[in-house]
């Protein structure tokens, strides 16, 4: 038996004014579209921003249902939105941001991780995420596989054939 361990790299600001111009804006205008969150039943309002390779900002909020499962998640929402419309551009980042929070922000969920993954594999570039909730300091890190280490790749399977 070996024992082994694996490192993860993530960069913290204390608040949004250390950041560079663009990912400044870029959470400010998810936070200012997390009015635009559907949440009457967690009431945890969320918004993500995706920053396409063309320019192009596309947003989406946490989508909640009375049947719950049918809801989904900003990230999801503002990713498979940028796709639909932009299916040929990269995706370069993606902001996620909560309307509470604590010291730290809180990350996606393993779905969202894994969708997002699946982007970035395809894209063959990394896709930096920004999180951010409430007051909470940002983290930013460069690549899913950060938040995401031993993934899913039914890629390597499907090679065998
Ligand atoms: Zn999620």
């Keep these: 038996m070996t024992n082994k361990k694996i490192e993860i790299n993530y960069s913290e600001y204390e608040s949004v004014k250390h950041m560079e111009e663009n990912d400044f804006q870029c959470v400010n205008s998810a936070e200012d579209n997390l009015k635009n969150a559907y949440a009457p039943y967690s009431k945890f309002k969320v918004s993500s921003l995706v920053q ?3 320019g192009i900002k596309v947003l989406g909020t946490n989508q909640e249902n009375m049947a719950y499962p049918s809801g989904l998640c900003a990230e999801r929402v503002a990713i498979f939105s940028a796709k639909s419309q932009y299916p040929d551009n990269k995706v370069e980042q993606v902001f996620i941001v909560t309307e509470q929070g604590n010291e730290t922000p809180f990350s996606p969920c393993g779905a969202c991780r894994q969708v ?7 894209q063959k570039s990394p896709i930096q995420i920004i999180l951010k909730s409430g007051n909470s300091k940002i983290w930013k890190f460069n690549s899913m596989k950060d938040l995401l280490p031993f993934a899913f790749e039914a890629e390597e399977i499907l090679k065998k054939d």
Aim: hydrophobic residues 40%.
């Design 116 to 122: 997002i993954m699946e982007y970035e594999m395809n």
């Design 52 to 54: 396409l390779d063309n």
